[in-house]
């Protein structure tokens, strides 16, 4: 099997770490890890350390305007268990991928026992808009 935590990183998290804050949120149940890529999107992983509860957690981005939708990626209990008497997993599926809605501010339920990367592009100016700057005379 695979290390999908590893592929997780490896594959969808960029190299240039930002910041990033859990808040008040407990940090024995949530971890959160934020990047940039070379394209300019910005990437989120939320580690969700609880066995029992799916955590719906208010999430907001500060100098950065993504796109309406993002890519998302978890891997979770729907993707891997593990069969103690058999000492080998009985579902190893690897990450699913979707799509989320996403702004400046939304909120995102994160399985419990689960990884979830969240890959927002940057938005882009509406088509037609042009900037211009003023004449100087």
Known sequence: GRYWAQYLWAQHMGTTLVWSSLGELSRARLAVHATRLADGSLTLMVINKDPEVDMAVPVQIANFLPQGQAEVYTWGEQQYRWDRPAGRPVLNTGPAGGRA????????????????????RLATQPAGLILMEPQKR
């Open 101 to 120: 809605d996403v702004g400046q501010s939304f909120i995102y339920t994160f399985p419990r026992s689960s990884i979830t990367v969240i890959k927002m």
